[in-house]
């Protein structure tokens, strides 16, 4: 079951170039949260998460290159679990 909630519209807080962490306690909505938000953008967007072998590894080897190349076609890039890569 889905608690429907309130949340202020992300777009607000999106600044390009820069970081947007959404951090809090477990089972808080912060995912659902996201995926509210990705359902209403026209941003074209990448969501992943921090489980994600590929992902952990470009930011790893910190080869910018690779990591552009990852997200070229995307305005967005969306990290969900991002705690966990190192």
Do not use: C
């Not at 170039?17 to 074209?44: C, E, N, W």
């Not at 910018?64 to 890039?77: D, N």
Request: no cysteine.
């Amino acid at each position: 079951m889905r608690v429907k909630r309130f949340y202020i519209d992300l777009e607000a807080f999106l600044i390009q170039g820069k970081v947007l962490a959404i951090f809090g306690p477990r089972q808080t909505g912060k995912t659902s949260l996201i995926q509210d938000f990705l359902a209403k953008t026209d941003s074209r967007f990448k969501l992943d998460t921090g489980d994600n072998i590929r992902l952990r590894n470009l930011f790893i080897l910190s080869d910018f290159a690779l990591l552009e190349e990852y997200i070229e076609s995307y305005e967005l890039l969306v990290i969900d679990e991002a705690q966990r890569i190192p």
